[in-house]
Every structure is written in C-alpha cells, then in structure tokens.
C-alpha cells in the first residue's frame, strides 16, 4: 500500500511488498515474483495459471462474534463450508469482514489476501488455518500484499516465513466432498 493510505489499527502504516521480499530474503527463503494485471478474484487469476506453475490458494479474511480474527489459505477450486470452517476453527459462526478490518489488521485491500499479509499483524490478532492440500504442492503461489503480482515459496519457506512473524498456521483437514455453503 502507498504511504497516504489507510493506517493499520495500532496506527502504523502497512508494508508493501517490497518489505515482505526483504524479509523473505533475511530469512533465506528463494522466491520468484510474477507481474500481472491486477486480479480480484480466483476466476480472474485462474486465466493467469498458463505461465505461474505450482499450487494456487484461494485466501479468506473471516471473524467470529467474539473478534477473533482468522487467514485461511486453501486450493483455489476449494469450496468452503463455512460452518464447517466454523467448527475446524473452533467457533460457532464465521463472517467475511469488511474491506476496513482487512486494511486495518493486514494492510492490504480485497483481492490482496494472502498469508503473507501477516506481515502486517503487528498485534499478533489474526490466527491463520493452511489446507494440507495445498500445503502438499510446489511451489505455492500467494499475493505479495499486491494484486497485480503474484510470488512463488516453496511450502517449508512459507511454513519458515509464518513462524518467523509468530503466527504458526493450523493446518486444516477439509473433508473430500459435501455441501457448498458461504463460498
């Protein structure tokens, strides 16, 4: 994000993606960045896949009543039950949040969400949850805070990165078929 924009909640402005290749490259782990249109949505990004190899994650900014505040990571075809998330997660019922909590907890706007964007959770509030589906390709393939580029990590440097920042991810089981709800 450019410097006159929205600050996040502990009134620090965001990082862009050129701090997330810094750090990426402090903690030695080899990434390869692509440019591209900007894309908003799994179906924009699906016309891109041609020239970008590896598995391709579709990334959820959820919440629960109580504020608690999740990053979910899945294969991009995923279809996500959102009650059943719910569960996994703890929780008895999850909302997409607002393009403001998503500038305020991780700096960046729709269409940018990544875990990569935790970066930018300064506070340590946002829990993040991996689908071990995608987890099991290479490379994996993630927004670097920017829609119109997306960055290749293996999975144990993305693994290295999130524990780095302090977030651990829970890895998640989604179970093989079933009902599509809140996708």
Do not use: Q, Y
Request: proline residues 6%.
């Amino acid at each position: 994000m450019k410097d006159n924009g929205p600050l996040l909640i502990d009134g620090g402005r965001p990082r862009g993606a050129g701090d997330l290749f810094a750090r990426l490259d402090e903690l030695g782990i080899a990434h390869n960045t692509f440019d591209h249109v900007p894309v908003f949505t799994v179906e924009e990004a699906r016309r891109l896949r041609g020239r970008i190899d590896g598995a391709h994650s579709k990334n959820l900014f959820v919440r629960d009543k109580k504020e608690r505040h999740w990053l979910v990571s899945c294969l991009s075809e995923r279809k996500v039950d959102l009650k059943w998330l719910a569960l996994e997660l703890g929780t008895k019922r999850l909302t997409f949040c607002t393009p403001r909590r998503l500038a305020g907890f991780l700096g960046i706007r729709a269409g940018a969400v990544s875990p990569f964007a935790i970066l930018n959770d300064t506070r340590g509030v946002v829990r993040v949850a991996i689908d071990a589906e995608l987890l099991a390709g290479e490379p994996l393939n993630f927004h670097p805070l920017d829609n119109s580029k997306t960055t290749s990590v293996s999975r144990e440097g993305l693994l290295r990165f999130l524990e780095a920042e302090g977030h651990p991810p829970k890895i998640l089981r989604f179970p093989a078929a079933g009902p599509v709800a809140g996708t």
